[in-house]
């Protein structure tokens, strides 16, 4: 172990991370949070822009209905309750790229409060909950571009404008791990009930943590710092453990830690001060005049709770009853709603959930990292009903696994049904004993040393010659049928 690895131990033996998370979600919808402007994601910069969204005097903010609903279900999947009243008002500071000198947000009457998530569980089995503090709607800023022009900044306002629901934890988080965890359950509840994309590189899911440490056993919170904007799980793991060991050393040299807004540098691997740290009161927050407070009926308030989807907890433990499969699969294929429509699809097409988990977990997905496709796209060239269509050949003994993975592998170029490519490209199963027999005795005349070895006794081989006939038939020969003859051989 090095001296700075000893170090980060002794740290971790005296000290307790304490982090809260703020997890700006932006929600789905096709125009703004106050105005009709698209929030089309690449459009060129400045395109998608109005009164409203440029703060101009005069113009008046309209509350866009469907983003109220979108964070409704958002807070619900969280086990929040949803006020029937709240409060939009405005949070006072600059930036260069916020045209109305102040955003629009929730302060002390937010939409909805109270909730939790379990982001896994503890040695002994129990749960580990994380409380979710409040959900409060808000507006986004626009985009500084600093690498644009050489020695200016540019200014992009598509996103001024852009519906947030800020997601604020309690601090109970003690590692960077948990944090982690709590960001994946957060991003898989909000795209499961259609809230969010959720798309990182996109900035629809940016993350402030807010860390203090002390030592084990202390109960009362140590000065915190927060650090600013991250949009990526594993920046928000390394800014917190970075931050841990500065925060660790200062108090050790007898320093103190000062409330700061601090920025994170992947590439140096580091974080900085900005600024000292705003109170609420630096904020002078007051109810915006041009909006009147959002109330909710209660019967909404049930139509959301009732609409909400099957959440990802509970789609686990049933694809794991319904279908068959381990919990293992389960969590891979829950972890991505439509990945999980479409793995239910191909099962019930192939009548056989675990064969239909092991082909979507290793084979498409595998598909899908070469590609880059989305699985959107995918989906539409590879059927659900196809690929169930070619397991079931599989299981009739009409083309072996190998020549299934080739079918497979043109399905996905082509499209085609995965029959007609099985024909046309000869990888029907051949069981005739007559030309599996040559196929053999060309391998085993191919290969004499380890054709003496194998009839010497040496079984090692058995897998490593079925492969050599598997290829010498292109994928098409019965490999069951292939290692019987193999045995007859040796033994003639």
């Known amino acids: 172990m090095t001296a700075a690895e000893s170090t980060r131990v002794d740290w971790r033996e005296?000290?307790?991370?304490?982090?809260g998370l703020e997890v700006h979600v932006q929600l789905d919808t096709a125009t703004k949070a106050f105005c009709s402007c698209a929030t089309s994601f690449g459009d060129a910069p400045n395109a998608n822009t109005c009164p409203v969204c440029l703060g101009l005097p005069g113009a008046l903010p309209v509350l866009n209905a469907r983003a109220v609903e979108l964070g409704a279900r958002a807070a619900l999947a969280l086990g929040c309750t949803v006020h029937q009243v709240s409060v939009f008002a405005r949070k006072n500071y600059f930036y260069p790229d916020m045209p109305k000198g102040y955003q629009i947000s929730q302060f002390d009457r937010p939409l909805a409060t109270g909730g939790h998530v379990v982001i896994g569980e503890t040695e002994a089995g129990s749960p580990i909950i994380v409380?979710?503090?409040?959900v409060h709607l808000e507006d986004d800023a626009g985009k500084s571009v600093h690498d644009r022009y050489p020695g200016v900044s540019a200014i992009d306002l598509n996103r001024a404008g852009t519906p947030l629901a800020?997601?604020?934890?309690?601090?109970?988080?003690?590692?960077?791990?948990?944090?982690?965890?709590?960001?994946?359950?957060?991003?898989q509840l909000v795209q499961y009930v259609g809230a969010s994309e959720a798309n990182m590189e996109e900035g629809s899911l940016r993350v402030d943590a807010n860390i203090s440490v002390r030592r084990h056993g202390e109960t009362k919170l140590g000065t915190k710092t927060e650090i600013k904007n991250m949009n990526s799980f594993s920046s928000v793991e390394r800014a917190l453990e970075v931050e841990f060991a500065r925060q660790c050393a200062l108090i050790d040299a007898g320093g103190r830690v000062e409330q700061q807004t601090m920025l994170w540098d992947a590439a140096r691997n580091e974080v900085r001060p900005a600024r000292s740290k705003e109170g609420?009161?630096?904020?002078r927050y007051f109810p915006d005049p041009d909006l009147p407070p959002l109330v909710l009926t209660a019967e909404w308030i049930d139509e959301q709770r009732a609409a909400l989807p099957?959440?990802?907890?509970?789609?686990?433990a049933r694809l794991c009853s319904e279908f068959g499969i381990t919990t293992k699969d389960a969590e891979v294929l829950s972890a991505d709603p439509a990945l999980a429509d479409y793995f239910e699809a191909v099962a019930r097409a192939a009548e056989d959930g675990r064969t239909a988990a092991n082909w979507v977990t290793r084979d498409v997905l595998s598909t899908l990292n070469d590609s880059g496709r989305t699985l959107a796209d995918f989906a539409r060239t590879v059927r659900p009903l196809d690929l169930g269509a070619l397991l079931r050949m599989v299981r009739g003994g009409t083309v072996s696994r190998s020549a299934a993975a080739r079918v497979f592998a043109v399905m996905a170029r082509t499209g085609e049904e995965p029959a007609v490519v099985a024909e046309r490209e000869g990888l029907l199963q051949v069981s005739d004993d007559a030309q599996l027999i040559a196929w053999v005795d060309g391998v085993l005349a191919a290969h004499p040393d380890e054709a003496a070895r194998f009839a010497a006794g040496d079984r090692k081989l058995q897998g490593f010659l079925v492969g050599l006939v598997m290829k010498a038939s292109k994928g098409s020969a019965d490999p069951k049928r292939v290692n019987q003859l193999l045995v007859e051989r040796a033994g003639a």
Do not use: N
């Open 280 to 283: 609420s009161h630096d904020y």
């Open 166 to 187: 800020e997601i604020v934890s309690e601090p109970d988080m003690r590692s960077s791990a948990e944090a982690g965890a709590y960001l994946r359950v957060l991003k």
């Open 14 to 19: 005296r000290y307790e991370m304490v982090v």
């Open 310 to 316: 099957e959440l990802p907890a509970a789609r686990r």
């Open 131 to 134: 409380g979710v503090t409040r």
